[in-house]
Each structure stands twice: as C-alpha cells, then as structure tokens.
C-alpha cells in the first residue's frame, strides 16, 4: 500500500486523508471515452491493419473524419502510427494528454469525441483506467503522434459492450487518438523563472529534473493571509475554479520545516478537482497557469485550523507551505 495523500479535504476547508491510489477526476471516469473495462485478456498481437482511411482533418490535433471499416475488421490489435511525433516516448502508467475521435467500425458511428469539446483528455494508461486497446496502441509512441488503432472487443469493452456509447459486444471500434503530452511521476513545471525577491517568504528551487524542490523557510514569523506565487510561471490555460488538475507537489510545515505530504515521495503524481482540495489550495492556485510551478503559503484558517487529521505530522494552528508543479487540467 502507498502512501496516502493528504490533499483531498472533506468537508470543504479541511484537509484528510485519501483513499489509497490516485483520485480519478470525472472527466477520465467518463462513460463513453475509453476508460477501463472488464477486461482481463492476455496482451494482443498488434498488426498494420487493415484500417479505414482518414478522409478529412488529416492534421496533428485536427478533428478528423473516417469512413467506414471495409469488410471484417483483424481480430488483432491493429496499429498505425498516422503522424510521427518527436515527444517524450509514453509508457505504461503514464498520463497522457490527447485529444481523439472513437467510433465504430461496421457503421460509422461517432461514439465520442473530444474535439467538440475543445478539452483534451487525460488519463493514465493502466489497466484501472484505460481499455486494453489503448494501453497496449499507444505504449511506445512519442509525444506529437497522430496513431490510429481498431479495437476488437477483447481489449475494448468486452462482450459486455458499452450500451450508453451505443457499444455492441460484438463492435470493433476505431480511433484517432492525437497524443499532446505525457506525464509521469518525474513530470516538472515547463516555463521561466520568476525572481523571488520577497524575502519573507520561503524560496524554492526551479529544477525540472524531476526531483522534489527544495523550500527554503525564513526565520520570520509567517504570513496571516494567503500568499501564492509563482516560481516558474507556465504558458497554458489558467486554471478555473471547477476544473481538476494533474499535479507534483509537496507540502512541509512553516515552524519546522518538515515534510508531511509529497507526490515526489510515493514516486505518484496526483489528480484531483479543485472544489476537493483545502481553501487555501482552491484560492492559491485559481487564475494560475497550466505548466507553472506555484509556492502557495497557507495560514491555518484557510487550511486545518485546529482539527489537523489525526495521525498526521501537522499540529493546531499550522501554517502550511506547498510547492505545485500544475502538470495539466483534466
């Protein structure tokens, strides 16, 4: 069992302990994108086709158009990388961020997409998270890649199907999946530095090796409002208050200088929504920017108070000090 994260607060305002393993964020709970299965098959020999054209949208990160399979479908796992990227290779447990267009191969029919949306979707390519098809396709590809794929129901949904998608048991389905980004627990902040000249707050490091920042605490006393800033300031989205996030982070107490909580420590990063997390993360990181790295000082009214969780490093009336590396939205 791992280390439980400490982030998630119930009831709003108070921070406690999770349930073990990574929190799922609506988005990749999704019914008709492709999350897990039921399936346990053993892994598919994956082969070049056969695989219906892309006759519009044939652009990386365009909406594509495809038409319908010709004949029946391989029984195998067929795989086709479409548009060669030159990102970092995606592995097994991996979060990826892409956009994707799923339907079926006998008829057509889109079932899901999310360029309609305009919202990416990430999620972890693990047997809890994802279809069979999709770990085993996109395993191995970098980062800008356009792949095509054909599912047969052993590594889709099964003979169960998925009746809310329109999804027979007996349906191959077919994607256009355009990997934008993966992540994983080694994942850091991409942006500029951002000088750190308030000297009554605590500096922290700006390496991007993957490694925990470090977090310098003054010898004053501190702060009885929020303070959150950026270290490294990112260039994507800002993040709004409804939206869930993908994030490293670690947490340490003012007085002592003690970590009590760290993604970087349980080698896992973590996602969550942002009405989950304590007041002063919900304040701190609303309006940032996707891809930043954020020292967010929080006093104890906007974080445990005087009912700290029990079992945990962190007193009454603590004030807390993260850094977060805000890795994407979900």
């Known amino acids: 069992m791992r280390r439980r994260s400490l982030l998630i607060a119930v009831p709003a305002g108070l921070v406690t302990l999770a349930a073990c393993g990574d929190d799922k964020s609506d988005s990749a709970k999704a019914s008709s994108s ?4 039921a399936s346990a098959a053993k892994p598919p020999k994956i082969v070049d086709g056969p695989l219906p ?10 909406k594509p158009t495809v038409a319908k399979g010709s004949g029946d479908p391989s029984k195998n796992l067929a795989v086709k990388t479409v548009i ?6 995606v592995a097994e447990g991996d979060y990826i961020q892409a ?33 069979d098809g999709w770990r085993y396709a996109l395993t191995g590809k ?14 889709g949904y099964g003979k169960q199907g998925n009746a809310q998608a329109g999804i027979k048991g007996d349906d191959t389905l077919v994607f256009v999946v355009d990997i934008q980004n993966t992540f994983n627990a080694k994942s850091s902040a991409k942006g500029k530095n ?15 090796d993957g490694k925990a920042p470090t977090i310098d605490i003054p010898k004053v006393d501190p702060p009885t ?9 990112g260039d994507g989205p800002e993040v709004a208050a409804d939206d869930s996030l993908l994030v490293q982070y670690k947490g340490v107490i003012w007085d002592t200088g003690k970590e009590f909580d760290s993604s970087y420590s349980r080698d896992a990063l973590s996602s969550f929504g ?3 997390v304590v007041k002063g993360w919900q304040q701190g990181m609303a309006g940032k920017k996707v891809g930043s790295r954020l020292l967010i000082v929080i006093p104890p009214k906007l974080g445990y108070g005087d009912t700290p969780p029990s079992g945990s490093d962190i007193k009454k009336d603590s004030t807390m000090v993260f850094t977060v590396d805000i890795l994407a939205k979900m």
């Open 225 to 233: 409002d929020l303070a959150a800033t950026y270290i490294i300031e």
């Open 84 to 89: 060669a990227g030159t990102g970092r290779t």
């Open 53 to 62: 054209a892309i006759t519009a949208g044939v652009k990386f990160d365009e």
């Open 142 to 155: 970098k980062a800008g890649s356009r792949v095509q794929m054909a599912v047969p129901p052993t590594w």
């Open 99 to 131: 956009n994707y267009l799923g339907q079926i191969w006998k008829t057509a029919k889109v079932f899901d997409n999310s360029y309609d949306r305009k919202t990416p979707l990430v999620i972890q390519l693990t047997p809890q998270g994802i279809i």
């Open 194 to 208: 951002v000088p750190q000249n308030d000297a009554k707050l605590p500096k922290v490091s700006t390496n991007t």
């Open 274 to 276: 942002m009405q989950q």
């Open 34 to 37: 492709p999350s897990a299965s």
